[in-house]
């Protein structure tokens, strides 16, 4: 799924003959700004101008407002990046405006907060196999790694990195790829090997 703010579109595509074909196009009504997998054909689309979440439903095509405490919509409003935690059910949210990570559970309630002094502009989160959680830190160049309920264990590659934003695991080989970029500059993919410590 690829969200297009501008035009409040949402656009599904699938891979045909190794190229990237859209299939669906999904009008929203209000400008999505991410979009993340629940489970099956269910998504989650971000409308960060309004706080609130939207349900996308594949099957049968339905898009739904989700029911938020007033606490939520401030956390969602002007925040541009969902991450999921299928073990937990829970949604992490990056709320960069406000240097913080909030980890809101399946219920819609808001469960915990991440702050830290080194935790600047946090632009993405990805979740390990292992429970743990890294965080982007644009803004201080360093990743932080958190448990899933967002308490700091450590901070890794400080000073290494130029503006880490895009974050991924490898499952299969356990690798973490971190797109370092800065406007104007050399693209950068850091590929990690993630070693899980008890």
Same mark, same amino acid.
């Given at each position: 799924m690829i969200c297009l703010p501008d035009s409040c579109r949402i656009d599904v595509l699938t891979n045909i003959n190794r190229c990237l074909t859209c299939v669906?196009?999904?009008?929203?009504?209000?400008?999505?700004?991410?979009?993340?997998?629940?489970?099956?054909?269910?998504?989650?689309?971000?409308a960060s101008l309004t706080g609130k979440l939207h349900k996308i439903k594949l099957r049968g095509l339905k898009l739904l407002k989700v029911l938020t405490s007033e606490r939520i919509d401030k956390v969602l409003r002007n +925040?541009?990046? @969902?991450?999921?935690?299928?073990?937990?059910?829970?949604?992490?949210?990056?709320?960069?405006k406000r240097n913080e990570v909030v980890g809101i559970t399946a219920y819609g309630e808001d469960a915990f907060t991440y702050v830290h002094k080194d935790l600047q502009y946090p632009f993405q989160a990805a979740v390990h196999n292992s429970g743990y959680v890294?965080?982007?830190?644009?803004? +201080?160049?360093? @990743?932080?790694v958190v448990t899933e309920s967002l308490e700091h264990r450590t901070t890794l590659l400080s000073g290494q990195l130029l503006v880490p934003r895009a974050i991924c695991f490898n499952d299969p080989q356990d690798r973490l790829a971190v797109v370092d970029s800065t406007p104007g500059k050399e693209l950068r993919i850091n590929n990690l090997q993630i070693k899980a410590t008890s």
């Open positions: 669906l196009e999904i009008d929203c009504g209000v400008p999505i700004y991410d979009v993340v997998h629940l489970y099956g054909c269910e998504f989650y689309g971000l +925040s541009y990046k @969902l991450t999921f935690n299928k073990r937990l059910a829970t949604l992490y949210v990056s709320c960069s890294f965080l982007t830190s644009t803004g +201080s160049n360093v @990743l932080h």
